[in-house]
């Protein structure tokens, strides 16, 4: 993802530490799971909204916690089953 003028990787600002949430995907820094993040946005929230109510995330923190989902949607695999 573009931010400005250089390319963003979601690697940069999330995280998977066994120490932190059981190891679920979260914000460097923080106790917020990526999983609250897309959930908000799912449920209508602006980038706007998440910041002003979590005013340590930043733009890219919500940018890179969409990113991680669609990267790990689009690396899932998914086997029909048999009948």
């Not at 940069?12 to 979260?26: D, T």
């Not at 799971?33 to 995330?57: F, K, M, Q, R």
Request: aromatic share 8%.
């Amino acid at each position: 993802m573009k931010t400005g003028t250089t390319f963003m990787k979601w690697q940069e600002r999330i995280e998977l530490n066994p120490a932190v949430l059981n190891g679920k995907p979260i914000i460097k820094g923080t106790r917020l799971a990526v999983e609250l993040v897309v959930e908000l946005v799912a449920n209508g929230w602006s980038e706007a909204t998440i910041i002003e109510n979590y005013p340590t995330l930043t733009r890219d923190d919500v940018r890179a916690c969409l990113q991680y989902a669609s990267t790990t949607l689009r690396a899932e695999k998914v086997y029909p089953l048999k009948a």
